[in-house]
Every structure is written in structure tokens, then in C-alpha cells.
């Protein structure tokens, strides 16, 4: 079985996973929430499967993010138990696979001795683990705005009743991004060791470095406001909104700009 | 022999008397002794939550309640006067309806709620390791907790809310999450504030602000459910500690203003403060609703999600009320074929019918004995059945004044298979 066999094999499952998830919402009924959560992992699984180490090409980084969002969310559905967030999680993984389509996933080999080693591999692992818990703390946020809606238009209970609590929300959020703010400093700090043998700098103001950097500032404003201003629900969960964005930008965006960064 | 139930519960005596009359698990067995020595009743269960203090008894006679009443007073050492106004007596088929009704939360403050039926199989459990408890209380307090079940698995009903607490309990549960641990500050002592803060405390909300202008009445009411009283001049700092704001001061102006409550925001750090403001007039400006992390709801907002439900909380209601008849029917059957004369009638049918069956097999066994030999074994079976039966039946008969006449019965039934359940 080819590794594109096992793409489009993930593929299908993260959508009908999210299928899943979207019946769960919609019927109420938890039967559906236990089915996704097996489709999603079948699909994690046979993504895995069908990468490289997502060293130089973008279609492999892409699909590692998915899978670290969903990770994300396996690993809070196991320790939290919320209703809900399934569909929000594969819906993402599904778009950043589809996304990851329009990007070549064969190529030749590798043959640069700068490109491997640890700290690289390290470098390359952080920075999309972060990614990927802040992409599912952004799912994460948009539940959160929904509630926050729902619960203000005063028109109905039944969707309040399908999402979890807000103040678990905003719990969960704040964790989140505690823990991929962390990944992402010493994701950054590992390159920029790297970025100090191979190119002999620690800092060379490439596009994606600075993009990175604004991005770290923007997440390191959302604890300072949390922690010291006081801000708290939606102000705060908008400024996860927009850092998503920024990780976008940071993460794919850059492609399209002559970057030392550049995918291939 | 009668079934009769005598209490009180949340919609007929207020907090202040249900706590001077609700028993502890452990004062129970205590509580037997004494019922059994001052009445004749021998077989009970005393139901005692925060929202009912009920007993169930078997009596010999129906002019038991006044004893019991009379008990309840010397045990809790309170005036008879002081509790009787409050006190419903009801007997037989009407008694067994009202158990139903609660184990299957119906009669509760919030409409199926669970905790109720946990409640009911422990003080059944009570009962059943004090010994005492006759076949009739085992049947009905079991027939009880499987309606209770039933209701629970079958139909909706507790899914929605079915009053303004209810669907003030549910919001926050939105808000919050787990509401144990959070903080409610009452504003004014109003009928309604009370009302949505009983359904609250019966979720689970153990701290308890209240706040009154008149400062007495709030540290009166505090001692009742076991709060803290608050003057008026402190609201601002009671708003700090608190996570839900029950509004329901009578006052002819706004008492919380937007500007207000956004200082108050601010020196909460932006923690969400849920308000429910059931006064009229209101208490708290409308446009602190757009205030960021204030969640602002008033009776009409409440009444209006309540009515969106209604019907289908009547429908579940109906459903659930179905199942309590059908239940009850189930026991009243039990009841019924319980008796003497059924018994009697059902034990002599089963004796012919085995006396048929064996001549049957026997004759078939010898096609070609004559009509002499065929009378005499006839008269043999009819004899050593007619014998072996005869003492069962008259005891059977003597038993229909005994005051355990029930639990004869029942062994009787069981001795000798007349439920079906094990034919032989």
C-alpha cells in the first residue's frame, strides 16, 4: 500500500468522523461521539502512516499539524470529557489535509547534511506540536464564542446544552495555550541553536522568523493580560481567534515568499 | 389493615419547620422503638430528606394518625400545634400513589430530579435492617423504586425546565459548570428570590449571601439555610465573593446601575457574575447586560425559555404519570390475589388440577383396569390430596384477622407455588 493510499484512506476518515461528530451535535446522542472519536483515530493512524519527517515539504508538515491538533483533542476528550469539541477538532484536521492536497507529496530524496540531525528534528517537532495545540485551543475558542452567543440571545437551550460550560471553556483554552506557548519557545530557542552552527547566526530576520517572533509576542500579550490585566472570557478568547490566524499566516503563508524557511 | 402515610414536604411547610421535624439515618432506629411503643404499628418507614419528612405504616386500625403525630411531637420535642397545620394524611390506594409520585420525582422542587430516588432506597434500607418491615411496605417501597426507575429511563422528564428556577439553575450550569462550589448573594427576601434560591440550594449551592434592607430579617432567614447575612451598605463587597446575583429587592428605582457594575467587574477581575433579576420593577439597568462576562436575565427572559418547554414537560408529564398507574396497578394485583379467598381458591385449584393429571397418567399406564378398580383409585387421590390440604386451609382461614396475616400469605403463596414463578 502506497503512502497515497493511506492519505486519501485518512482523508475519508477525518470526514466521516466529522460526520460523526456533526450527528452527535445534532441527534444528541452520545453513540455518535464514541463513533467518532474511533473514525478520527483510524484516520490519525493511517495519516501517520503515510508521511516522511516533514523536513522540507509543506504536504507533510501540513498533515503532522492535523494530526497534532487531533492529538490535542484525544488527549482532552480522555482527560475532560467534553461535549462538543469533536466536531470542531476534526473539522479542522479535514481542512488542513485538504489543504495539504494542493501541495506536491512526492519528491526526491534528501541528501543535505545540515537537514538532519536533532536539534533540527527537535526545532521542526515543537514548532508543529505547538501549532497544532493552539489550532485546537482556537477550536477550542470558537465553541466558547458560540456559547457565549447562545447564552446572550436567551432564545433557546438546546444548543447551551450541546457545548460544554463556558468557564470550563475558558479553563481549557488558558491551559491550552499555556502548554503550546511553552512548546513554542523552546521550539524557537532550538532553531535559533540550529540557525547558530548551520547558518552561523542565532537570529537572521528571515520572513518566517519574524512572522514566528510576532506570533510568540501576540500569544505572550494574551497570558500578560490574562494573568496581570485581568482580562478574562470572550476579550481574552478573541485574541485566540486571531492568533490562529497569525499561526496561518506564519505556517503556510510564508511559502509564498522567498523565505530561507521555504518549503520545497 | 391499612396503608397510611402522614408528613409534610417542601410545598406545605416552610424551611423552618421541615428542619425541626426531619430525622437523621441515624436517629431512625430510635424513632421505631418509640413508634412501636406508643402505637401498634409494627411495620414503617420514615422518609426524612431537606424537602420531606414523611412516614409510611402499616396499621391495624385507621385512627392511628393522631398517635403518630403525637409521637412525632414527644420525639422531636415540638408543640403538635406547630406542625399539624402543615401535616397531610393520606391512606391506601392514595398513600401508595404519593410514594410513587416521589420516588419518581414528581413531587419534587426540581421537577425528576435524581437525588430523590437514592433517598428513597436508603430509608427503605433503614427500615429493612431495623426489621421493620412486613411483606406489604417490602412490595410497595420495591414496586415504588422500579416506578421511580422506570419514569427516569422512559420518559424526558427533569431534562427541561419546567419553572423559573429551574431554568435559572440550567443557565448557570451553562455558565459555570459545576455550581457546588459556587456563591449565590440573594437581594431581598422577596416570595420569588426565595423560590429561585431553594432550587438553587437543591443543586447543590451550599454558600449562601443574603442581603436585606431590613438587616434582621436577612440574618433570620441566614440562620435557616445556613448562609451568611449581609447589610445592604455591603453589597458592593458581597458582589466580589459572589458568582450568581439573585435580584429580588422590592425598590421602586434601579439599585444596580451599568456604571455600577462595571467598577464592580473590574475589581472582580472580570470573574462572571451570573444575575437573575426577578424584580419588579427591575433592579439592575438592562444595559448592563452587554457588559462583557455579565450574564443579566429577568423574569420574562426565565418565563419565556420555561414556556418555550411547557408542552413538552406536560407530555413527559403525562407519560410519567401513565407509568405511575400502570405501576400501581402491577400492585394493587399483588394486593389483591393477597388475600384469603384468592389464596384459598388458587390452592384448591392447583390440588385438583394435580390430582387430574397424576389419575391420568396412572390410568394410561393400565388401559385395562374395570370400573371398580378406576372408582377406587379415584377415591384414593381424592382422599390423600383432600387430607394433606385440609390443615393448610383452615389455618389458611383462621390467619384473615391476624396482624401478620400478609406475611403468612405470602409464605403460603411461595410454599406452595400459586405465583407461577416456581411450578413445579
Not at chain 2, 434560591?197 to 449551592?205: C, K, M, V, Y
Not at chain 2, 436585606?212 to 447575612?229: E, H, I, L, P, S
Not at chain 2, 387430574?356 to 393400565?366: A, C, G, M, N, V
Not at chain 2, 387430607?387 to 403463596?413: C, G, T
Amino acid at each position: 500500500m502506497t503512502p497515497k493510499f493511506f492519505w486519501i484512506f485518512a482523508f475519508v476518515f477525518y470526514g466521516l468522523s466529522n460526520l460523526s461528530f456533526f450527528l452527535e451535535i445534532g441527534l444528541s446522542k452520545q453513540n455518535f461521539r464514541w463513533l467518532g472519536n474511533g473514525l478520527a483515530l483510524v484516520a490519525v493512524l493511517s495519516h501517520v502512516a503515510s508521511l516522511t519527517f516533514p523536513t522540507l515539504h509543506i504536504h507533510d508538515a501540513l498533515g503532522l499539524l492535523a494530526i497534532l491538533t487531533l492529538i490535542s483533542y484525544f488527549v482532552v476528550e480522555w482527560k475532560w470529557q467534553l461535549r462538543g469539541l469533536g466536531f470542531l477538532a476534526t473539522a479542522n484536521a479535514f481542512l488542513f489535509t485538504l489543504i495539504s492536497i494542493t501541495f506536491p507529496d512526492r519528491f526526491p530524496p534528501i541528501n543535505r547534511p545540515e537537514l538532519s540531525g536533532s536539534v533540527l528534528e527537535v526545532h521542526i517537532v515543537l514548532m508543529i506540536l505547538s501549532f497544532g495545540i493552539l489550532a485546537f485551543a482556537f477550536c477550542v475558542s470558537v465553541a466558547y464564542l458560540i456559547q457565549d452567543f447562545i447564552l446572550r440571545k436567551k432564545q433557546t437551550l438546546q444548543v447551551s446544552r450541546r457545548l460544554p460550560p463556558l468557564n470550563t471553556l475558558d479553563l481549557l483554552i488558558n491551559r491550552l495555550v499555556g502548554l503550546g506557548f511553552l512548546f513554542m519557545t523552546i521550539g524557537i530557542i532550538s532553531g535559533s541553536v540550529w540557525a547558530a552552527r548551520w547558518w552561523g547566526h542565532w537570529w537572521g530576520w528571515d520572513p518566517k522568523q519574524i512572522l514566528a517572533l510576532l506570533t510568540w509576542i501576540f500569544y505572550a500579550i494574551y497570558i500578560y493580560t490574562r494573568t496581570l490585566s485581568g482580562w478574562k472570557g470572550k476579550r481574552s478568547v478573541i485574541l485566540i481567534v486571531v492568533g490562529f490566524a497569525l499561526i496561518l499566516i506564519t505556517f503556510v503563508g510564508t511559502n509564498f515568499i522567498p523565505s530561507r524557511h521555504q518549503f520545497q | 389493615m391499612n396503608l397510611l402515610l402522614t408528613g409534610l414536604n417542601h410545598k406545605t411547610a416552610p424551611v423552618h419547620i421541615r428542619e425541626k421535624i426531619a430525622f437523621q439515618p441515624s436517629d431512625i432506629p430510635k424513632a421505631f422503638q418509640m413508634i412501636r411503643r406508643s402505637t401498634q404499628i409494627r411495620e414503617s418507614v420514615i422518609l426524612s430528606t431537606c424537602n420531606r419528612m414523611e412516614i409510611y405504616a402499616v396499621t391495624p386500625t385507621e385512627e392511628m394518625n393522631g398517635r403518630l403525630s403525637e409521637t412525632l411531637s414527644q420525639f422531636h420535642q415540638i408543640a403538635p400545634t406547630l406542625f399539624l397545620p402543615h401535616l397531610y394524611v393520606k391512606t391506601g390506594i392514595d398513600a401508595a400513589r404519593h410514594l410513587f409520585s416521589v420516588a419518581a420525582g414528581l413531587d419534587s422542587l426540581v421537577l425528576g430530579e435524581n437525588q430523590i430516588l437514592g433517598q428513597v432506597k436508603q430509608f427503605y434500607r433503614i427500615a429493612q435492617e431495623e426489621r421493620n418491615l412486613g411483606t406489604f411496605l417490602h412490595r410497595l417501597f420495591r414496586s415504588a423504586i422500579e416506578a421511580g426507575k422506570r419514569v427516569r429511563h422512559e420518559t424526558a422528564i427533569g431534562k427541561n425546565p419546567s419553572s423559573v428556577g429551574e431554568a435559572a439553575v440550567e443557565l448557570a450550569q451553562h455558565i459555570f459548570g459545576e455550581l457546588k462550589t459556587k456563591t449565590v448573594l440573594i437581594l431581598g427576601l422577596g416570595k420569588m428570590g426565595r423560590l429561585v434560591l431553594d432550587t438553587l440550594a437543591e443543586s447543590g449551592i451550599s454558600n449562601l449571601i443574603l442581603c436585606n434592607r431590613t438587616f434582621k430579617q436577612a440574618q433570620d432567614m441566614a440562620k435557616a439555610v445556613q448562609g451568611t447575612a449581609c447589610p445592604l451598605e455591603d453589597l458592593d463587597k458581597a458582589l466580589l465573593k459572589a458568582d450568581i446575583l439573585i435580584a429580588s429587592a422590592a425598590a421602586s428605582d434601579i439599585v444596580l446601575t451599568k456604571k455600577h457594575l462595571e467598577s464592580v467587574m473590574r475589581e472582580r477581575r472580570n470573574a462572571p457574575l451570573f444575575i437573575i433579576d426577578i424584580a419588579v420593577p427591575r433592579n439592575v439597568e438592562e444595559s448592563a447586560a452587554r457588559l462583557e462576562n455579565i450574564f443579566l436575565y429577568n423574569i420574562d427572559d426565565l418565563e419565556k425559555i420555561v414556556r418555550k418547554y411547557h408542552q413538552s414537560v406536560q407530555q413527559e408529564m403525562t407519560k410519567a404519570n401513565d407509568i405511575l398507574e400502570e405501576e400501581l396497578h402491577k400492585f394493587k394485583v399483588w394486593q389483591n390475589g393477597l388475600d384469603i379467598v384468592p389464596t384459598i381458591k388458587a390452592l384448591t385449584g392447583k390440588m385438583e388440577e394435580m390430582k387430574k393429571r397424576e389419575l391420568q397418567k396412572i390410568l394410561s399406564k393400565f388401559p385395562h383396569l374395570g370400573q371398580n378398580e378406576r372408582a377406587a383409585l379415584e377415591l384414593l387421590a381424592h382422599n390423600l390430596v383432600n387430607k394433606i390440604f385440609h390443615r393448610p386451609l383452615v389455618e389458611l382461614k383462621d390467619y384473615a384477622e391476624h396482624p401478620l396475616k400478609f406475611d403468612y400469605l405470602e409464605v403460603a403463596r411461595h410454599l406452595f407455588g400459586l405465583d407461577g414463578s416456581n411450578d413445579a
